[in-house]
């Protein structure tokens, strides 16, 4: 794992992108595109994956606009299900991708569901060990880390893929309403931060444990003894 302060992370040549929210193309992710497109590997193509339940026009509009921006082709991974997650030839797109984005979407369950220990994930972390970035926007930021909260089930959770162990992972964050959602959390799991990232705003941890706060605004670390910093 790499640390840098209060946060450790899979260790890997590429950077974990953590987006409030659905990126690219838009005035106010200029800063995020960028960095994204300068840490991919040009040579490589793109992966998109909609499991959290985008839409495929969506998608679609995201490899348009990094194409725009200088990126290389890409393609939308057809992975919604663990069967899915095992297929031979979606783990060898991913593998062979140079950048990975994990798209958000209303079921995030169905994300951590389909790639929990899957060989899919794995690929994604072969990726990632060959120096592509992983982009998580939105809810797909929460498997990311080590719980995942249950959108259905109002304090209850799931175990995430800890690619950031001990931090739970809120997207959308917008301020106390959603701090004391997180609390609630980690009054179960104390020995997790609770990490809220606003929309158009991305924190990113990168290789030697370089960590970059991208976009309008800035994350909020939210710990167990109910202060925020």
Do not use: K
């Not at 640390?3 to 590429?14: E, I, N, S, V």
């Not at 899957?118 to 990311?144: C, E, H, K, R």
């Not at 609630?184 to 020995?191: E, G, M, N, W």
């Amino acid at each position: 794992m790499t640390q840098a302060g209060p946060l450790t992370w899979r260790t890997g040549a590429g950077w974990v992108v953590l987006a409030g929210d659905g990126l690219l193309g838009r005035a106010e992710s200029d800063t995020i595109d960028a960095a994204i497109l300068g840490w991919s590997i040009p040579a490589r193509p793109a992966a998109v994956l909609l499991t959290a339940g985008g839409s495929s026009a969506e998608a679609e509009d995201l490899l348009a606009c990094w194409e725009d921006l200088g990126g290389s082709t890409g393609y939308i991974v057809p992975v919604y299900t663990d069967a899915d997650a095992h297929r031979v030839e979606n783990c060898r797109l991913l593998a062979q991708a140079g950048l990975v984005y994990l798209g958000d979407g209303p079921d995030v369950l169905a994300l951590l569901r389909a790639l929990q220990g899957s060989p899919a994930l794995d690929a994604i972390a072969q990726a990632f060990d060959d120096g592509a970035p992983v982009v998580a926007a939105g809810t797909a930021v929460m498997p990311m880390g080590a719980w995942v909260a249950d959108p259905r089930a109002y304090g209850t959770s799931e175990q995430g893929w800890g690619w950031i162990p001990h931090v739970i992972v809120a997207p959308h964050f917008a301020g106390a309403e959603h701090a004391e959602h997180l609390r609630y959390l980690l009054a179960a799991h104390t020995d997790c931060l609770g990490l809220g990232i606003p929309g158009g705003t991305a924190l990113a941890l990168g290789p030697t444990g370089r960590v970059e706060t991208l976009g309008s605004g800035q994350a909020t670390v939210v710990v167990n003894q109910g202060s925020t910093h």
